[in-house]
Nanobody, 122 residues
Framework: EVQLVESGGGLVQAGGSLRLSCAVSGDTFDHYNVGWFRQAPGKEREGVSCISPYDGKTYYADSVKGRFTISINNAKNTVHLQMDSLNAEDTALYYC???????????????WGQGTQVTVSS
């Protein structure tokens, strides 16, 4: 069973940066897609960024393109989400997830972490 643990969330001022990490255990993720999703109060879950370790394919939501960068540390079974130029609209609970088949446009993946809160003050 795959287990995911997110870290790196916190409170940051608008314009600042945070780096989220997702540690994957129980299986190597070289055959899983890995995604970062977020959900703000009263809003639906949104796919923020996804990566396929198999071929390096990435996806970014339009709202984060040019500001967020997803990357993999294979040696540590960890996926990072570097978030720069944060604004108040980025405030949400951020989750990482893995799945063998689905991609960022589908919000129901098979395994999820507990989430890490990101709060951006304006």
């Amino acid at each position: 069973e795959v287990q995911l643990v997110e870290s790196g969330g916190g409170l940051v001022q608008a314009g600042g940066s945070l780096r989220l990490s997702c540690a994957v255990s129980g299986d190597t993720f070289d055959h899983y897609n890995v995604g970062w999703f977020r959900q703000a109060p009263g809003k639906e879950r949104e796919g923020v960024s996804c990566i396929s370790p198999y071929d390096g394919k990435t996806y970014y939501a339009d709202s984060v393109k040019g500001r967020f960068t997803i990357s993999i540390n294979n040696a540590k079974n960890t996926v990072h989400l570097q978030m720069d130029s944060l604004n108040a609209e980025d405030t949400a609970l951020y989750y990482c997830a893995v799945d063998l088949d689905v991609w960022c446009d589908y919000p129901y993946w098979s395994s999820w972490g507990q989430g890490t809160q990101v709060t951006v003050s304006s």
